[in-house]
């Protein structure tokens, strides 16, 4: 059997097992958010921080509710990374500078993991478990109120109410998150991921001297770190490494968790607003986009020319054999498409066109099928932009499930697509103008630009992997893409959320011969035309620079 058969088959086998998650996750989490019953854990946990889960929350409360828990994690996650050689478990490592505490706090709560040092090198047990893989669970839990959020707007009318944000949180949390993490945890513990708190050891004699590693609680944040869309990897090396990612099952069993909870949201997003078809809708649009950014990459990937290549059968540089390239491409592609940011392979090494996929991937807002609650609420987004464009060319009120996009609508969701790049290119701007950090790029020409251009992609678009050749541990970088992940998280959602309260006010309107069916494969077409061209039109100057420059050289 080829590599590419291989691959072909490995596809073939996780749309197999996605198929069979969907309904039954989609239809839970839809019950989850829907039930006015709380457990008795979760009532406990209100009770122990005060809060009033049945308390309804117009969109101004709720942002202030995610603003305000996101904002105490922030500063608890940089307080404990500034003291952690102080704390029992710190395997002796020194306490974080500041500016990489800062970005690093900012990359953990905002769902991102973009990491600028070398995990076991850095991070004691305290830090790894009570810090980082605590706000593996939260940050993935709040874009998956601020998505269920949405979703009530669009369900909800006369009325500005959005539901509360603390039941949401803490439900994403108990109800979804920690029962598929412990399952997951055992599977990965099982194919051989390590699971202790080892201190550090010497493993072997290598290149003539000693090679020493520390263990760590792996697996249960390696579950978590792909179930939720965060990224950050234990080692250096993240997924490629063998302690997070041993063998080839384990790998197709970590995309699989990258892409359960955000295809199966897609049903639960039907089940919340009445109609399944319209969230097998957006299922065609992500899945679509998906499926073509994976044959784009195995042609890139397969097909390159020269012997080497010829005879590997692909361009293996870059990654693991025991994955292959067929594995590591779909990795690639999923990793990119979600706000994940996990790698099993180095993105700098794929081939110049290969990279400039993984780098649009992200560009795309990461909505095929996109982060935890992220990528739902940003392909809804793009829908109603795509129902206004279409309302412009028949001379018509658009709407969007019963509710009219009008001038407040329209501004908001414009808002949303635009903060992002905005970003992306004017942080890419300031970077390639200053002197300081060009002497960070091990690479010029083409591939140093994208080496750019892909860490403020990354970070803007809170999915946290990089082109290795760049050193971003400097206070340039540290402080700009801290920025950077702080803004492209957090304005989006408020633009979602005052979204969400705009349409929850309004009367649903009726439907007659002219309304746009928003449940057929014509406006999934639309949608995915629509998409595309937006990110066409704004990233592909930068592309040129970059990507496309070193892809056609």
Avoid at 225 to 243: M, W
Avoid at 383 to 402: K, S, W
Wanted: charged residues 10%.
């Amino acid at each position: 059997m080829g590599p590419l058969s291989a691959g072909v088959l490995q596809l073939l086998a996780l749309v197999v097992a996605l198929g069979l998650a969907y309904r039954p996750l989609g239809d839970y989490m839809a019950r989850v958010y829907s039930s006015d019953r709380h457990l008795r854990v979760e009532k406990w946990i209100y009770k122990a921080t005060g809060a009033d889960p049945d308390t309804q929350m117009r969109w101004p409360a709720y942002v202030r509710a995610v603003l305000a828990f996101s904002l105490v994690g922030v500063l608890f996650l940089y307080l404990l990374q500034r003291v952690q050689g102080h704390l029992p478990g710190s395997l002796g490592f020194a306490s974080i500078d500041p500016d990489q505490a800062f970005n690093t706090a900012a990359s953990f709560v905002a769902n991102t993991n973009w990491q600028s040092y070398y995990g076991e090198q850095a991070m004691g047990h305290v830090v790894q478990t009570g810090g980082l893989a605590v706000q593996n669970f939260v940050s993935a839990a709040v874009g998956m109120a601020v998505a269920v959020a949405l979703v009530r707007g669009f369900a909800r009318s006369r009325t500005g109410e959005l539901g509360n944000f603390w039941s949401d949180l803490v439900r994403g949390t108990v109800r979804i998150l920690l029962p598929i993490s412990v399952l997951g945890a055992l599977v990965l513990v099982a194919c051989g991921a390590i699971q202790n708190f080892a201190g550090i050891h010497e493993v072997g004699q290598f290149l003539g001297g000693p090679q020493q590693w520390n263990g760590g609680a792996v697996a249960s944040q390696e579950v978590i770190k792909e179930l939720g869309t965060n990224g950050g990897g234990y080692f250096n090396a993240n997924s490629a490494h063998p302690f997070e990612n041993p063998t080839p099952f384990t790998n197709l069993f970590e995309i699989f968790l990258i892409l359960v909870i955000p295809f199966a949201l897609t049903r639960t997003f039907g089940r919340m607003v009445g109609s399944l078809k319209q969230g097998y809708a957006i299922l065609g649009a992500m899945a679509t986009i998906w499926v073509g950014f994976i044959a784009l990459m195995w042609w890139t990937e397969f097909a390159h020319h020269g012997p080497a290549f010829q005879i590997a059968g692909g361009a293996l540089e870059g990654k693991e054999t025991r994955f292959g390239v067929g594995a590591s491409s779909i990795f690639a592609v999923s990793t990119t498409l979600t706000s994940t940011g996990a790698v099993d392979s180095f993105h700098s090494s794929f081939t110049g066109l290969g990279g400039g996929i993984t780098i649009l991937g992200m560009q795309l807002g990461e909505i095929a099928p996109g982060g935890v609650g992220s990528g739902l609420y940003g392909m809804l987004i793009m829908a109603v932009i795509a129902v206004f464009i279409a309302g412009l060319m028949v001379g018509r009120t658009p709407e969007y499930l019963g509710k009219k996009i009008g001038t407040r609508e329209i501004k908001l969701a414009a808002c949303y697509i635009l903060i992002t790049p905005a970003l992306v290119l004017v942080f890419t701007a300031f970077a390639m103008a200053l002197p300081t950090p060009p002497h960070s790029m091990t690479n010029s020409g083409a591939h140093g630009f994208s080496e750019i251009l892909y860490a403020y992609t990354s970070g803007a678009n809170n999915n946290g992997s990089a082109f290795a050749g760049l050193n971003a541990d400097t206070q340039w970088f540290n402080t700009t893409i801290g920025l950077a992940m702080l803004l492209g998280r957090f304005l989006p959602i408020v633009f979602v959320l005052a979204l969400a309260g705009s349409l929850a006010q309004q009367r649903p309107v009726p439907v007659t011969a002219g309304t746009l069916r928003t449940e057929k494969p014509l406006f999934t077409g639309m949608l995915i035309g629509t998409l595309l061209i937006v990110s066409a039109l704004t990233y592909f100057p930068a592309l040129a620079l970059g990507p496309l420059a070193e892809g056609l050289a």
